[in-house]
């Protein structure tokens, strides 16, 4: 015996949905517009389902779903040339957006993206079999940026991750390693961008690009600094 699980996924109107997800190499195996609305779209195994809701806020959504795939680095780098093609650039904020590839606590290396329907689609490939939550570092700044990634990047506190960000930068007994200050300036400055703080990002982003490492740092701190060039771009 099979099963198999489809998410049905709410939005407020199905064609920009529709077009998000064409974007990203759908293709669209139902769409009715009445007796209300509603699609459907398929890429290889993956397959979503939309319905309309007129009084539905896609700010306030809550809903989403996890995507397990065996190569996130290359869905993540053609989800993004495909919404670069339809968009004319790749949406790093706002609604539909596209996040950054991270390594989280729990074994698993993921990116998020948001549809325009407010839908959280988190696609990841599995680092550990265990896939529970790490503890949290001891170390000041190892904690913070582990809390921080995973309100930033699992809850999606983004307040919550600023606060934490915000407390270890400003101590002035302790200061972080040049590859932890700048993935926290990094990290922050992202959050701010994402809050719609551009002045305070564009500072922490400056902060961010003077910080001086060394190969192996910067071969550590990959991710990030791919992040600091889009972001600052």
């Known amino acids: 015996m099979t099963e198999k699980t489809i998410p049905l996924l709410p939005c407020r109107t ?3 949905v529709v077009d998000f ?9 139902f769409l009715q517009k009445s007796p ?5 779209v398929e890429r290889g195994p993956v397959e979503l389902q939309f319905f309309g809701m007129k009084a539905y806020d896609p700010k306030e959504s809550y809903s989403g779903c996890y995507i397990l795939t065996d190569d996130v680095d290359t869905l ?3 989800f993004r040339a495909g919404l670069k093609a339809a968009y004319g650039k790749i949406p790093l904020r706002g609604l539909p957006r596209i996040g950054p590839l991270k390594d989280m606590s729990y074994g698993v290396r993921q990116f998020l993206m948001t549809d325009p329907g407010g839908n959280s689609i988190r696609v990841g490939q599995k680092t ?3 896939q529970s939550h790490r503890p949290a570092p001891k170390e000041t700044f190892a904690r913070a940026l582990h809390m921080a990634d995973l309100f930033a990047d699992s809850k999606e506190d ?3 991750a ?5 407390r270890v930068l400003g101590l002035d007994d302790e200061r972080p390693t040049p590859v932890q200050l700048l993935r926290l300036l990094v990290l922050r400055g992202d959050i701010a961008l994402r809050l719609g703080d551009e002045e305070t990002a564009g500072s922490l982003l400056e902060r961010a690009a003077a910080v001086r490492l060394t190969d192996e740092e910067s071969a550590s701190a990959r991710d990030s600094l791919e992040r600091l060039a889009e972001l600052r771009a």
């Open 21 to 29: 997800y064409t974007a990203l190499g759908f293709e669209t195996t």
């Open 162 to 166: 600023a606060k934490i960000i915000d």
């Open 128 to 130: 550990d079999e265990d």
């Open 76 to 78: 993540h780098t053609t």
């Open 158 to 160: 983004l307040p919550g």
């Open 36 to 40: 209300y609305a509603y699609a459907v």
């Open 14 to 16: 199905i064609q920009p």
